[in-house]
């Protein structure tokens, strides 16, 4: 047979996932989603200078940050996407401070999380971006979705992933097995397979962390970051990689390995990135690509959110990078 279709789309890989396990269907729809809401994001992105869409709308989010006219659009995209279609009962946004109910799907078993355009900061730079998604399953399908459906352990989420808006536009995605990266066709408008079962390398990479911020941390974490300057760190030597959008920073990191690092700070310990919105949707993918995820101390899937919009320190990466960094942190090396 001539080998016109040379990658599995994401419907042949769900059918196979799925006929493995007893999966609803819901689920894949779900994923299926978030990637035409990912289509049309790519597209806005690429063409926000031609539509006069790029810059600030004048608002400031619940983060307390400007919010990009890209910010507004895509989270506009993801409401209007699953507005449509009964399978979620609610989703919460990382630029919305309460969670939107979708009342008329009360009886949808999951509800979504999203940062709808990380890194937001690249903007007008035309730098690399991303939309990272959490997936959960309701405690309760059939009752008004609330806030306890997200405030949840990252190990209970059933499908978290990303679109990263790059040169080409990827989608990485796990439902709990393996690490699976989709690449856009931007001719035929579908992603196709072009990494299947992603696991992230060790003993290679780069360490990712914005070292302007060095004054703002305590003296562990400026001699933890220092030995990866000078090639020092217990692990090896590793060069310094940082385009300043999470999403990029961990898929360089997810397939050449390092360690991606946002530390606390003395007078804002938590740091800047969201538990529900960026760190726990990422460490699940780490963890399933082989990989670590750690607030400093704990593992950030065991961390149960207490608040939606709650911050964490985030060290996330190769396993042998990550525990390097942690060590260090402890003063152990
Ligand atoms: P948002 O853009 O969604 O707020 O994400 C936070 C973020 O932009 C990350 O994507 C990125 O890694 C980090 O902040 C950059 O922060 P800083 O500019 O302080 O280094």
């Not at 196709?192 to 962390?209: A, D, E, K, R």
């Amino acid at each position: 047979m001539a080998d016109f279709v040379k990658h599995l789309t994401l419907a042949d890989v769900f059918f196979r996932d799925q006929a493995a396990s007893s999966a609803s269907g819901d689920l894949s729809t779900i994923l299926n989603r978030v990637t035409l809401a990912g289509r049309l994001i790519a597209n806005n992105v690429l063409r926000a200078a031609l539509e006069g869409r790029l810059g600030k709308t004048g608002d400031v989010n619940v983060q307390g940050e400007e919010v990009k006219k890209l910010d507004h659009v895509s989270n506009e995209i993801f409401r209007e996407v699953f507005d449509r279609v009964p399978v979620v009962a609610a989703m919460a946004s990382e630029e919305i401070e309460e969670p939107f109910v979708f009342e008329q799907h009360a009886h949808a078993k999951y509800v979504l999380l999203h940062d709808p355009l990380d890194g937001s900061g690249n903007v007008d730079c035309d730098l690399p971006m991303g939309t990272i998604f959490s997936v959960h399953r309701r405690r309760e399908p059939g009752a008004v979705a609330s806030l306890a459906d997200f405030l949840r352990k990252g190990s209970e989420q059933v499908a978290a992933g990303y679109l990263l808006y790059g040169p080409a536009s990827m989608f990485v995605y796990t439902v709990g097995g393996p690490v699976h990266g989709f690449t856009l066709d931007r001719a035929v408008g579908s992603f196709f397979l072009t990494h299947p079962n992603m696991q992230i390398p060790n003993g290679t990479g780069s360490y990712s962390v914005n070292e302007s911020n060095e004054s703002k941390w305590d003296e562990a974490t400026q001699r933890m970051v220092r030995a990866f300057r000078t090639g020092e760190a217990p692990c090896g030597k590793r060069s310094a990689r940082y385009v300043g959008a999470l999403v990029a920073d961990f898929h360089r990191t997810l397939v050449q390995g390092g360690v991606y690092m946002y530390p606390g700070e003395v007078k804002r310990p938590q740091g800047k990135l969201r538990l529900l919105f960026e760190a726990a949707p990422l460490a699940f993918v780490a963890k399933h690509a082989g990989g670590v995820a750690s607030d400093g101390v704990r593992d950030i899937l065991d961390i149960e959110a207490s608040e939606l919009h709650q911050r964490v320190p985030l060290y996330l990466g190769s396993a042998g990078d990550v525990a390097a960094a942690l060590s260090m942190l402890r003063g152990e090396a």
